[in-house]
């Protein structure tokens, strides 16, 4: 939970760059991200226009046996239209 704190906190404040660092940093101390991680890093890069990101993001949800939530499929949406 303190981490998706952080990853929102970040991108409010327009942080992609730190926030993607925060993921990785999470990643190697094998913290297991939720869908709730990886709906506001999917909706983080969606707002900068990172497709390829999401997708990564995307697959990684797959690979993780995770459902989508409702946010992940909407910005999904969104980057792939802009």
């Known amino acids: 939970m303190f981490f998706n704190l952080l990853l ?5 404040d327009k942080q992609y760059e730190k926030a993607k660092v925060i993921y990785k940093d999470m990643i ?3 913290v297991q991200p939720g869908i709730v991680t990886f709906s506001i890093l999917i909706k983080l890069n969606s707002m900068i226009n990172k497709l390829d990101e999401c997708q990564n993001l995307w697959h990684q949800i797959k690979e993780l046996d995770l459902r989508p939530s409702l946010i992940c499929y909407t910005c999904m949406i969104q980057v792939y239209i802009k």
């Open 8 to 12: 929102d906190g970040l991108g409010k």
């Open 28 to 30: 190697e101390m094998n």
